[in-house]
């Protein structure tokens, strides 16, 4: 028996929920939290809003009060690169919080105070436990700002080798990362690296996350 927590960002991320209908609701901090049992499983999942900092908070509270042992984040991304296509699934391999800035003290850009590494790494084995090792396989960059414009999703891509952003990975990375419990983050690409994505975001998201859904379901009722 094991106790997963997953984090969504958004409401119309959260259609986990229409597979297992039966769960209890509670509130933390103003975050709704779902509890809910996949065969001999507990499951708590919470769609914490959009951000780094409503995603870092709902995690906290996910390893500290409801005690899982193995975090899940699955959600919308923007594409970087011009091969990845709309509704692909990427499972995070590395991530970047590209809104960290150090560099007056010497460390890089993206680096966190203490830490020799860049990079956060999401559990390699769960990732693949849930996605198998054949899928497709990327880093991702991580802020507290959609990026709609094409010229700045091209200069992310070149400046820290990502292929997908996002606004909530980072804020799960660092928490998990310091907690010393292992995450992984699957991703649904909705928009590419045109100009003015924001259309093509609202559009592809409204088909939701079938894709990781299917995966994450089959994972957790293991």
């Known amino acids: 028996m094991r106790k ?17 209908k039966s ?13 809910f049992k996949a065969e001999n499983n507990t499951i708590v999942l919470t769609t ?11 995690t906290s509270i996910l390893i500290s009060h409801y005690g899982v042992e193995e975090i899940i984040n699955y959600g919308f991304v923007g594409s970087l690169k011009h091969d990845l296509p709309i509704n692909a699934v990427i499972g995070v391999n590395s991530v970047i919080h590209t809104d960290v800035d150090l ?57 820290f080798s990502a292929d997908i952003c996002d ?7 660092v928490v998990c990362t310091r907690s010393e419990i292992p995450f992984a983050l699957i991703k649904v690409v909705v928009d590419g690296i045109e100009d003015d994505c ?8 409204v088909f939701g996350v ?13």
Do not use: W
């Open 103 to 159: 560099t007056a003290f010497g460390s890089a850009l993206g680096q966190y105070d203490g830490r020799n590494e860049v990079d956060f790494k999401p559990n390699a084995t769960l990732t693949e436990n849930i996605l198998g090792k054949n899928s497709h396989f990327g880093r991702l960059a991580s802020a507290d700002k959609f990026i709609s414009d094409g010229k700045r999703k091209a200069a992310i891509a070149k400046d």
């Open 167 to 173: 606004m909530e990975g980072a804020g799960i990375a």
């Open 210 to 222: 079938d894709g990781a859904i299917k995966k994450i379901a089959e994972y957790i009722t293991k």
């Open 48 to 58: 914490c809003g959009i951000g780094e900092v409503a995603a870092a908070s709902a």
């Open 198 to 205: 924001t259309q093509t975001f609202e559009t592809n998201s």
């Open 23 to 35: 769960y209890t609701e509670e509130k933390f901090c103003g975050i709704p939290f779902y509890i």
């Open 4 to 20: 997963i927590g997953i984090v969504v960002a958004m409401n119309r991320e959260s259609a986990l929920l229409e597979i297992f």
